[in-house]
């Protein structure tokens, strides 16, 4: 018999917010956060208005990747998301007094995000896009337990044991009866500047990882020292440099959300 789960409350809509999309992986350092980010700027290219919330709890990379640190405010008893690059945003990072590193336990967690989806002026998006933790944990049973979630992405490396990693990721969305859209496969290819192409993790694995996982691969991110210099200087590929092959994948993948 299967052990029994303590009562938690009935997901609810966020409030004025048209989809909720999580961006997820197996493990870190696959580009989850940078999937995320460009993800949300390429939705807002296309006209849509749009939230970021960075509920990587243990390791908040938002404010670099945009380039933002700043406190949120607060007005008629909700917080006031940042803005950056005409997203609204949020993340645990701009409440941190230093780099420490956090330590919560299961509970706390769980009060955080919550409060990040209900006490956060969200109002008039229609999209609000989740940067997740990596893995299966607290947080991703927070966010299912709190929202009613549209859709998932899983983002991996072609790497085997990334890859390992996101199909536990799609076990845990299926649990969670939270749909998965299909994965993205980040770091797919180096392509040198005279266009030769380097397959530096393998070649055509997340496609049949996908096909096996019954799923669609949605994306596929190259390589690109301009994804991780604009990471690191707060101007994300899509803003940064809107006409590479790159921001025109993650433009492609906004269609598919
Ligand atoms: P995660 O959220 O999975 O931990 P990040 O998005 O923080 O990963 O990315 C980790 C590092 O890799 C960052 O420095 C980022 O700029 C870099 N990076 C991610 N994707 C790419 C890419 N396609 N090309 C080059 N660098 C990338």
New binding site residues.
């Given amino acids: 018999k299967a052990p029994k789960q303590p009562s938690v409350p009935q997901a609810e809509p966020v409030q004025g917010v048209g989809k909720v999309i999580a961006v997820a992986?197996g493990?870190?350092?696959?580009?989850?956060?940078?999937?995320?980010?460009n993800l949300a700027l390429a939705l807002k290219e296309k006209g849509h208005r749009v939230g970021l919330l960075d509920i990587?709890i243990y390791?908040p990379?938002l404010p670099?990747?945009l380039g933002i640190m700043d406190r949120p405010s607060v007005a008629d008893r909700r917080i006031v998301p940042l803005q950056a690059h005409g997203l609204r945003i949020m993340s645990l990072g701009f409440l941190m007094e230093d780099d420490t590193p956090v330590i919560w336990r299961g509970p706390i967690v769980t009060g955080i995000i919550r409060q990040f989806l209900r006490d956060v002026d969200w109002s008039g998006l229609d999209y609000l896009v989740v940067?997740m933790p990596?893995g299966t944990g607290d947080a991703q049973l927070a966010l299912a337990q709190t929202v009613p979630v549209d859709g998932a992405v899983v983002?991996t490396t072609p790497s085997e044991l990334a890859l390992i990693d996101a199909a536990r990721g799609f076990e845990m969305f299926r649990t969670l009866n939270i749909d998965v859209l299909g994965v993205v496969e980040?770091?797919?290819k180096f392509i040198t500047p005279d266009g030769e192409e380097f397959f530096i993790f393998g070649e055509g694995s997340v496609e049949k990882e996908a096909e096996r996982l019954n799923t669609e691969l949605l994306a596929s991110?190259?390589?690109?020292?301009?994804?991780?210099?604009?990471?690191?200087e707060g101007s994300p590929?899509v803003v940064s440099a809107p006409d590479s092959e790159?921001s025109k994948a993650f433009l492609e993948l906004a269609e598919s959300v």
């Fill in positions: 992986s493990k870190g350092g696959v580009g989850k956060s940078t999937v995320a980010v990587d390791g990379s670099t990747l940067d990596p983002v980040n770091m797919s991110i190259p390589l690109d020292p301009a994804v991780r210099k604009g990471g690191d590929v790159t």
